[in-house]
C-alpha cells in the first residue's frame, strides 16, 4: 500500500516517516486538489498500522508535479483526471525514478473523479 499526499497537506506522510503513532493535525493545509486537503486523518492508527503491515509507504507530491501528471493522463490515456487521481500518477512517477518500484511490477491507480469539477472554462 501506498499512501500518496499533496505537500501541501501530509500529514500521513510525515508521521509515516516519523515513525509516530498517531497522526498529527496539519497546520494551514493548502493543495490545488481540494480532495487532499484533509488536515486532521480519522482512525490514524489504522492508517498507519496498514501501511506498515503492508511494508508499504508514504509519500508526498508538489502540485506542479500533480498538474503534470493531469496533462500526461490527458494526452496520453485521454483521461480527464481530477488532481487527486493524478497525484497517484505522479507519486508513481516518483518511486520509479526512485527505484522504489519497478516498471514491470503490476500497479493499480485510483482515479475517483473527473477533472470536469475543476473545470472553470478558461
Known amino acids: 500500500m501506498v499512501c500518496v499526499q499533496a505537500e501541501g497537506c501530509a500529514p500521513v506522510v510525515r508521521a509515516f516517516h516519523q515513525e ?8 494551514n493545509a493548502a ?9 486532521a486523518v480519522f482512525a490514524d492508527r489504522l492508517v498507519l498500522g496498514c501501511l506498515r503491515e503492508s511494508n508499504g509507504m508514504a509519500i508526498s507530491v508538489s502540485d506542479h ?7 500526461d493522463l490527458a494526452l496520453l490515456e485521454g483521461i480527464l483526471a481530477a488532481p487527486e487521481g493524478a497525484a497517484t500518477l505522479a507519486a508513481l512517477s516518483k518511486l ?7 516498471v514491470d511490477e503490476k500497479i493499480v491507480l485510483f482515479n475517483t473523479g473527473s477533472g470536469l469539477k475543476y473545470y472553470t472554462g478558461k
Not at 20 to 27: H, L
Not at 65 to 71: D, R, V
Request: glycine share 6%; aromatic share 4%; no cysteine.
Open 65 to 71: 508535479e500533480i498538474q503534470l501528471a493531469q496533462q
Open 20 to 27: 509516530t503513532e498517531r497522526i498529527e493535525p496539519w497546520v
Open 31 to 39: 493543495t490545488i486538489a481540494l480532495g487532499l486537503r484533509v488536515p
Open 96 to 102: 520509479i525514478k526512485s527505484g522504489d518500484t519497478k
